[in-house]
């Protein structure tokens, strides 16, 4: 048996979607490993539920209800048949005392989602909505998108959670993706965004930002 049916069998747990494994403000001692599938992060915000992400394989979550013993601060609810690991506080420290490639790898996550959560921050206090949208969909490209055979990046996120991600209204959100569509460099697909080219969805933010610098002119 492999080491990852050996874990699988020892703390695996399959879910079903729409399954909550945890809930903002709830105590938590366990975290999770995704191992297939994915699971949807949210928050709420003023009332409203936000994405912050949608994980997939590979992804661990939770853990820092374990590391500063505090409630949650945002519910993960599986999106679609999944497999995870679940880790009692106990196991993830032996995990990590024990496993110096496990606290690398956790020490590049935690500090990839600090880089994340300071990107979106930088997104979210952004006055014009166009240059919101695209540095939003290029966030989610960098962090949760999923390279395509064609060289294109699978977003799991749709149109109307973008729009709730980056704080705007679904028209002027729709606006914003149709225009990208025209130009070829992104397109809405299902319940996913397609980014046909992050090096040009990078450079009409870049000329988005020169035009309100220097004006039209």
């Known amino acids: 048996m492999e080491r990852s ?15 909550v494994l945890f809930r903002e403000g709830e105590p938590g001692d366990l975290m999770f490993v995704l191992q297939s599938g994915s699971v949807r992060i949210t928050k709420t915000v003023k009332g409203e539920e936000k994405t912050l992400a949608v994980l997939g394989p590979g992804e661990f979550f939770g853990e820092m209800a374990i590391l500063n013993d505090k409630p949650r601060t945002a519910t993960a609810t599986v999106e679609e048949p999944t497999k995870v690991l679940v880790l009692g506080a106990r ?3 032996q995990m990590v005392v024990s496993n110096a490639e496990i606290a690398v790898r956790l020490i590049k ?8 959560a300071n990107e979106l921050i930088e997104v ?14 290029s ?11 064609d060289g294109s990046v699978r977003v799991p996120l749709g149109v109307e959670e973008l729009a709730e991600q980056v704080g705007l209204d679904l028209p002027k959100t729709q606006e914003v993706v149709k225009r990208l569509t025209r130009l070829g460099i992104a397109r809405p697909e299902g ?8 090096a040009r969805l990078e450079e009409f933010y870049e000329f988005l930002e020169m035009r309100e610098r220097f004006g039209d002119a």
């Not at 966030?139 to 055979?149: D, H, L, S």
């Not at 319940?191 to 992050?198: C, E, F, G, K, N």
């Open 109 to 116: 996550r935690l500090s990839r989602r600090l880089d994340s």
């Open 139 to 149: 966030r989610e490209a960098q962090y949760n998108g999923r390279p395509q055979a």
């Open 91 to 93: 196991t993830f420290e």
């Open 5 to 19: 049916d050996q874990l699988f069998a020892r703390f695996g747990r399959t879910c079903a979607p729409g399954e």
């Open 124 to 137: 979210l206090m952004h006055r014009d909505p166009k240059a919101r949208v695209i540095l939003g969909l």
């Open 191 to 198: 319940d996913a965004l397609i980014v046909t080219d992050v």
